[in-house]
């Protein structure tokens, strides 16, 4: 008798929808909090040399040690910090959730935030327990202290800043919480090249402290690289759950050499800052919109039938991301991702469209 999904899947796996990634084809896209800027002609031009005298018959250096000192220099790693690279940081998340799984290990996280840490956990087969922030989105500590206490999670992660929200938790929280845990607490700093603060010298203080970085938001989305540190003992125990080449070649090369050039990605990080300042002024003054503050490339605002909105973007071309119906606390919200001045121009000419239709 031939089976069937329902005979075969996890209930919990069935009941997950696919991490959703909408046609942007023709749109002005703000949706995915990408870096808007292409990498300067002559870096472009090095890496076209580079791809075409790269081994693709070869497999990929396994552990990726010259990529690994390139991270090192540029992120200012401490010495005694062991790095693991992933297929971005999703692969990191996977890795973390599938090593933690002891009977009754449960993942924590608060919410709303990144969605991949609830669906990769439940993937995983590891009990997610999420801890509501507070209405202004800030760390509800006590709530958030009596979770980790009754759970006892093995693996707590936290997002700084915070995607959707766009906030930096108060970093002595934070603290807190990973003073209390009792397993591996992971601070998520996809965004840090917008945000100005780090964990990253705390690693040293905290033995059960891991930080995860990717290049995605800053400029490297299609390349797909996610870094994770902390101290040797933990790496060495992740990198067993590691996938062989899991970093292609093409990825190495890259990632290399565009981090020798260090200052575009910095200098591009900067430019989007600046443009974070003025959409957000500019959103202010739009009657009906409320926009929240943002240490991100990205700005979460609500507004009154927000999916109408959505869609009225849609219409005129403009593509962004609702998250209304996700999370009470994002009722009537959607976010926005920090692009060009020609594309945020686009977005607010579009939004006051929308508004007055």
Known sequence: MPKTPEDVIRDEVRALKAYPVPDATGMVKLDAMENPYPLPPELR???ARLVEQAALNRYPDPSAPAL??????VFGVPDGVELLLGNGSDELIQTLALAIRKPGAA???VEPSF???RMIATAAGAPYVGVDLRDDYSLDIEKLLGAVEQHRPGLIFIAYPNNPTGNLFDAGL????IEAAPGLVVIDEAYHGFAGQSFLPRLAAYPNLLVMRTLSKLGLAGIRLGVLMGAERWIRQLDKLRLPYNVNTLTQLIAAVVLEYGSVLTDQAAAIKLERGRLLGELRRVPRVT???SDANFILFRVSEAERIFDGLKRRGVLIKSLHGSHRLLADCLRVTVGTPDENTAFLTALTQTLNA
């Open 115 to 117: 969605v991949m840490f």
């Open 291 to 293: 926009a929240y503050p």
């Open 107 to 109: 993942v924590l996280g």
């Open 45 to 47: 031009g090095r890496i």
């Open 68 to 73: 690994k000192e390139r991270l090192r220099r």
């Open 174 to 177: 934070i603290e807190r919480v």
